[in-house]
């Protein structure tokens, strides 16, 4: 078992930044994949971005990309997302994810375990 618990979520401005991070507990996740999902009102959950823990390999959506960051701190055994330039349509609630495997995937289904998501909210 993994366990995933997200932080750093809140409330930002348009344009804006935020760190969020996902510390994880329990089986390693050496071997694993850590996501970050988003889900926000009314919306299906969707793929934000990815790293695999053993090399740091990342891959993000077109969405967020040039604008997130995800990276790892293996010392922490920690996963951050760091958000720039945020839009009001970056609002959503957050999921921290981790998959058993060293393939990166971006269908919610394909993730084993789950944190209990933080709350990102900009306002325009």
């Known amino acids: 078992q993994v366990q995933l618990v997200e932080s750093g979520g809140g409330s930002v401005q348009a344009g804006g930044s935020l760190r969020l991070s996902c510390a994880a507990s329990?089986?390693?996740?050496?071997?694993?994949?850590v996501g970050w999902f988003r889900q926000a009102p009314g919306k299906e959950r969707e793929f934000v971005a990815a790293?695999?823990?053993?090399?740091?390999?990342?891959y993000y959506a077109d969405s967020v990309k040039a604008r997130f960051t995800i990276s790892r701190d293996k010392d922490k055994n920690t996963v951050y997302l760091q958000m720039s330039s945020l839009k009001p349509d970056d609002t959503a609630v957050y999921y921290c994810a981790a998959r058993s495997s060293q393939l990166i995937a971006t269908l919610d289904d394909r993730y084993d375990y789950w944190g209990q998501g933080t709350q990102v909210t900009v306002s325009s």
């Open positions: 329990g089986r390693t996740i050496s071997s694993a994949i």
């Open positions: 790293i695999r823990w053993s090399d740091g390999r990342t």
